[in-house]
Nanobody, 122 residues
Framework: QVQLVESGGGLVQAGGSLRLSCAASGRTFSTYNVAWFRQTPGKEREFVAAVSGSGDIRYYAGSIKDRFTISRDNGKNAVYLQMNSLKSDDTAVYYC???????????????WGQGTQVTVSS
């Protein structure tokens, strides 16, 4: 079992940066793939980025590629999402999720955090 807690969200101006963190519990964290998703009211949860358990494989949604970077530090049981050049369209609640498969579908992840709000003002 894995428990996830996101942090680092907040209010930022367009063009600014934020770094989200996902802190995980559990001794086997390095065996889980982790992804970030985001959701706005009335919309489905949207894939943002994913990283494999070892950190060697990463992939991104087309809408954020080259602006966001996902990374992980298994020694600290943490995954990060560095977000640069933020746009108002990036405003959402951001969730991290862990699972045994690496996927861009939310159904591929069994464990979820509570989310952290990111608001980008234009």
């Amino acid at each position: 079992q894995v428990q996830l807690v996101e942090s680092g969200g907040g209010l930022v101006q367009a063009g600014g940066s934020l770094r989200l963190s996902c802190a995980a519990s559990g001794r086997t964290f390095s065996t889980y793939n982790v992804a970030w998703f985001r959701q706005t009211p009335g919309k489905e949860r949207e894939f943002v980025a994913a990283v494999s358990g070892s950190g060697d494989i990463r992939y991104y949604a087309g809408s954020i590629k080259d602006r966001f970077t996902i990374s992980r530090d298994n020694g600290k049981n943490a995954v990060y999402l560095q977000m640069n050049s933020l746009k108002s369209d990036d405003t959402a609640v951001y969730y991290c999720a862990a699972g045994r498969t690496i996927s861009d579908r939310s159904s591929g992840f069994a464990y979820w955090g509570q989310g952290t709000q990111v608001t980008v003002s234009s």
